[in-house]
């Protein structure tokens, strides 16, 4: 098997070296959503509906995540355990049901798609017609197309085992520039609203997962591949489970919680204007929860490998500069957002003034 570098590396270097493109690689998932909403809320008259559209069905994509970073993390802990160890067999196990789970995942949010995305928006609307169609639209495209963000999380975490942290960062990169570039010419120039926002960003996550799957094929010489791999073991999915079981379940608790609020501020005045300001700094605040699930990728991958080891002072200064890490990025994190929050704040504000002016007016559609 192929020396993997996280058996000799010093581990403070192995931590930053790891750890910065995980960082980058999860805060890069948060940015879909921000920038779909910078996009969609600056779309004049139907910018305010819009941006309620897509705090409704936010939840769900919430949702998506937590079952793929739970899932993912349990991949980690138990891919890198056994390359720690020189299991080959188990590490192309692993591989293979974690393929399979990703399949059965995909399944239910296609099943969701289909059947319960106008239900799920309806409940938060309050019976307004136009944000109801609007985020039906957006939440059953996302959903069906889900396969790209659910692939990607499996594939991520493969190149990230083996300690090809750059090379999942680079796939990621390329799906959030690709959501960029489309976001804009699907909602302006084609004038597609909503739902040209929904394919930017699964168009976007399915380029992240093409590039990832090129990468591990290419790359990934410690994990052998095979249909044989694929068959579900219960065993092997019972193992990543006890690891990710509660992770799922954690991250999952954030989508039930804003489901909630929605609720909430629902029934008060001004709920238009209160569930639209909430959803927007939610999905701002996901950039900072998304660095730190990003260094809790590192330490998990790093920690995992040296138990399988047997290696006691590697795992205790994984700990350590774990730790270190998590306070430095932290506090930096906290300056930007004291340093950009009124940039940021105006940046999803354009679409009151232009609504109210009524002279906002979309180029005719060159994609029609």
Known sequence: MTQNKMRSKPIHRLMWQMGLPMIVSMVLQSVYNIVDTAFVINMGEDG????????????????????????????????????????????????GNSIFLAVCIYAV???FGLFGSRL?????????????????????????ASFGAIGYTIFERFLQATGKTLYSTIAQISGALTNIVLDYVFIFPCGWGVAGAAWA???GQVVSLAVAMTFHYAANKEIGSGLRYLAPDAGI????????????????????MMFGVNLILGTAEQADLLQGAFGVYYKIMQFALFAAFGISNTIITVLSFNYGLKDKARMKDCIKYGLMISITVSLAITALFEAFASPLSRLFGLSTARAEKSSYALSPSPCA
């Open 201 to 203: 960003t699964v168009i």
């Open 48 to 95: 305010i509906a819009g941006n309620l559209a897509l705090t409704y069905a936010f939840p769900i994509q919430l949702l998506i995540i937590a079952v793929g970073v739970g899932t993912g993390i349990g991949i980690n802990a138990l891919l890198s355990k056994s390359l720690g160890e020189g299991d080959g067999q188990t590490v192309n196990r692993v591989a």
């Open 237 to 256: 999915i019972g193992g990543i489970y006890r690891v990710g079981l509660t992770a799922a379940i954690m991250q999952g608790l954030l989508s039930v």
């Open 120 to 144: 799920f928006i309806s409940i938060q609307a309050s019976g307004d017609e136009k944000v109801i169609e609007m985020g039906t639209q957006y939440l059953s495209i996302c959903t069906c």
């Open 109 to 111: 949010f296609l099943i």
